[in-house]
T-cell receptor, first 117, second 113 residues
Framework: AQKVTQAQTEISVVEKEDVTLDCVYETRDTTYYLFWYKQPPSGELVFLIRRNSFDEQNEISGRYSWNFQKSTSSFNFTITASQVVDSAVYFCALSEAFTGANSKLTFGKGITLSVRP | DAGVTQSPTHLIKTRGQHVTLRCSPISGHKSVSWYQQVLGQGPQFIFQYYEKEERGRGNFPDRFSARQFPNYSSELNVNALLLGDSALYLC????????????FGPGTRLTVT
């Protein structure tokens, strides 16, 4: 069975600090996809990134970067120079490709990030 | 292009009643998935429909059912509502059946009293 663990529940930082959100996953599949979503107070989940299990190259998008390490089953997310607008709940999710006939996402419990001015 | 739309935004129902939630996917997307998000938790998968056929069902009782229409919009039905059904119900659409980026709607907040 697939599982996603986000051990951090709440993180509070001061604006301009760097912050890393941890994600550890479990799966028996060799082919899978990992995702990060942001949920602002409005409630809508905003897609941030998708990585497949064969691509361990780190990715950077502006102030966001992701570190995927299969050896530790981790897919961590770093926000550089955090801003107040980054305050939200962040979810890591896993989808096992080609298992069954669907693309069900299994989510972690989320990390509440508060960025103080 | 419009994103995923859901209606209604908020809903208050009494225990034992029935509810229907609606979702319109992004134009061109053929897959719709439903998730339940209880306060303080991550979303839980309920159903996926692709090309009008059920492709997956999560661990939810038979009181939950869904369908997808020829225009790829979808309905989620919940019968005999329980207090524990109070949650944010999220609809997500994607272009394909497997592990594509899923784009979520704003959700329907259901409160059962």
């Amino acid at each position: 069975a697939q599982k996603v663990t986000q051990a951090q529940t709440e993180i509070s930082v001061v604006e301009k600090e760097d912050v890393t959100l941890d994600c550890v996953y479990e799966t028996r599949d060799t082919t899978y996809y990992l995702f990060w979503y942001k949920q602002p107070p409005s409630g809508e989940l905003v897609f941030l990134i998708r990585r497949n299990s064969f691509d361990e190259q780190n990715e950077i998008s502006g102030r966001y970067s992701w570190n995927f390490q299969k050896s530790t089953s981790s897919f961590n997310f770093t926000i550089t120079a955090s801003q107040v607008v980054d305050s939200a709940v962040y979810f890591c999710a896993l989808s096992e490709a080609f298992t069954g006939a669907n693309s069900k996402l299994t989510f972690g419990k989320g990390i509440t990030l508060s960025v103080r001015p | 292009d419009a994103g995923v739309t859901q209606s209604p935004t908020h809903l208050i129902k009494t225990r034992g009643q029935h509810v229907t939630l609606r979702c319109s996917p992004i134009s061109g997307h053929k897959s719709v998935s439903w998730y339940q998000q209880v306060l303080g938790q991550g979303p839980q998968f309920i159903f996926q429909y692709y090309e009008k056929e059920e492709r997956g069902r999560g661990n939810f009782p038979d009181r939950f059912s869904a369908r997808q229409f020829p225009n790829y919009s979808s309905e989620l039905n919940v019968n005999a509502l329980l207090l524990g059904d109070s949650a944010l119900y999220l609809c997500a659409s994607s272009s394909g059946q497997f592990s594509y980026e899923q784009y979520f709607g704003p959700g329907t907040r259901l409160t059962v009293t």
